[in-house]
């Protein structure tokens, strides 16, 4: 058809002309190319950032639990502690009392 001819017609003017057109197409793809992997490379920095920042976060978070965990069972060690010696100061009292009271 006509687009045929147009396209022998363009090679008998300029053999180099169709080449350049095909050239400059593939330029043309290979640039967007360019420009996608550049933002894909963007959107992929940001991931890792996002989620190395996600990763420290939860690091921190799980050491804090971890501390208030020490701290919870610690003030727990020291009120059973402390309920023990006032069980035994109490038996050692009345202990002293009945020896006090046998003794008089």
């Known amino acids: 058809g006509l687009a045929l001819d147009l396209a022998a017609l ?14 400059q197409n593939h330029l043309k793809r290979l640039l967007e190319e360019k420009r996608n992997l550049a933002e894909l490379e963007d959107t992929c920095d940001f991931t890792s950032t996002f989620f190395a920042r996600l990763l420290g976060f939860m690091k921190k978070s799980l050491k804090r639990r971890h501390e208030l965990v020490a701290r919870i069972q610690e003030m727990e060690r020291v009120r ?23 003794g008089e």
Do not use: G, H, T, W
Not at 10 to 23: E, G, R
């Open 80 to 102: 059973i502690e402390k309920q023990l010696a006032s069980k035994f100061l109490l038996n050692m009292s009345e202990e002293q009392a009945r020896v006090i009271s046998a």
């Open 10 to 23: 363009m090679d008998l003017v300029d053999p180099s002309a169709k080449a350049n057109v095909l050239l």
